[in-house]
T-cell receptor, first 115, second 111 residues
Framework: QQQVKQSPQSLIVQKGGISIINCAYE??????FPWYQQFPGKGPALLIA?????SEKKEGRFTISFNKSAKQFSLHIMDSQPGDSATYFC??????????????FGRGTQLTVWP | DTGVSQNPRHKITKRGQNVTFRCDPI?????LYWYRQTLGQGPEFLTY????????KSRLLSDRFSAERPKGSFSTLEIQRTEQGDSAMYLC?????????FGSGTRLTVV
C-alpha cells in the first residue's frame, strides 16, 4: 500500500504562473511533511517542510498548505520561473522528539516552466 | 565540505559481482539513511542508523544487502551477487531535527 500519493505526475506552467502539486497520506500518525526538489543527476534537496500544528507555511515563493482532516497537503510555487523546472517529491514521516525516522515519498511531479 | 558525500558516483558491474558504496555524512549529524531510487520513482527507504546502531531495515533490504556504520561516522552499503533489478540510484542522507540532507547518490548499473 502506497503511504503517500502524489499528483499530478507532470505539470507544465507558464513563467510567472502558479504551480500546484498535491499529496495525500494514509497514516494519521505522520507528523512531518517535507517537500523535496530534485534536478537530474542530483540528490533531492529539502525545499520546505511542515508539521501538523499549522495549516500553512510560507518560505519565499513556496507555500505548503496542510489539511489534517483530509490527510492532504500541497505545494504552491508562486511566480514560477524556468529555474524551478525540476522533479518535486512530497514525503511524510514521524518526527519522534525532533529525531527524524524513515520518510515515505510520493512518486514525484515533473515540473516544466516555460518562458 | 559541509555536504553528504557519496562514492563512487557511478558503478557498472556484472551480474553476480559484489559492490560496496560509501557515504560520509555531515559531521554533526548522528542519523544516517540509505534510500534507493529508480527512474521515475520517489526514493524508497532501505535502512537507517543512529550513530553506529542500525535502527530500522526495510523489507526491501534482502539478505544480499548489508549496511554498516562501524564508528558512527561514515557508512557502507554492500550488495552481494548483484542482479539486474538492483540497478538504481542509491542515495544516502543524514539529518538533524530540521530535515534530511541527501548526497548526490551512487548510480549502479548491473549488466
Amino acid at each position: 500500500q502506497q503511504q503517500v500519493k502524489q499528483s499530478p505526475q507532470s505539470l507544465i506552467v507558464q513563467k510567472g504562473g502558479i504551480s500546484i502539486i498535491n499529496c495525500a497520506y494514509e497514516n494519521t500518525a505522520f507528523d512531518y511533511f517535507p517537500w523535496y526538489q530534485q534536478f537530474p543527476g542530483k540528490g533531492p534537496a529539502l525545499l520546505i517542510a511542515i508539521r501538523p500544528d499549522v495549516s500553512e507555511k510560507k518560505e519565499g515563493r513556496f507555500t505548503i498548505s496542510f489539511n489534517k482532516s483530509a490527510k492532504q497537503f500541497s505545494l504552491h510555487i508562486m511566480d514560477s520561473q524556468p529555474g524551478d523546472s525540476a522533479t518535486y517529491f512530497c514525503a511524510a514521516g514521524l518526527d519522534r522528539g525532533s529525531t527524524l525516522g524513515r520518510l515515505y515519498f510520493g512518486r514525484g511531479t515533473q515540473l516544466t516552466v516555460w518562458p | 565540505d559541509t555536504g553528504v558525500s557519496q562514492n563512487p558516483r557511478h558503478k557498472i558491474t556484472k551480474r553476480g559481482q559484489n559492490v560496496t558504496f560509501r557515504c560520509d555524512p555531515i559531521s554533526e549529524h548522528n542519523r544516517l539513511y540509505w534510500y534507493r531510487q529508480t527512474l521515475g520513482q520517489g526514493p524508497e527507504f532501505l535502512t537507517y542508523f543512529q550513530n553506529e546502531a542500525q535502527l530500522e531495515k526495510s523489507r526491501l533490504l534482502s539478505d544480499r544487502f548489508s549496511a554498516e556504520r562501524p564508528k558512527g561516522s561514515f557508512s557502507t552499503l554492500e550488495i552481494q551477487r548483484t542482479e539486474q533489478g538492483d540497478s538504481a540510484m542509491y542515495l544516502c542522507a543524514s539529518s538533524t531535527d530540521t530535515g534530511y540532507t541527501f548526497g548526490s547518490g551512487t548510480r549502479l548499473t548491473v549488466v
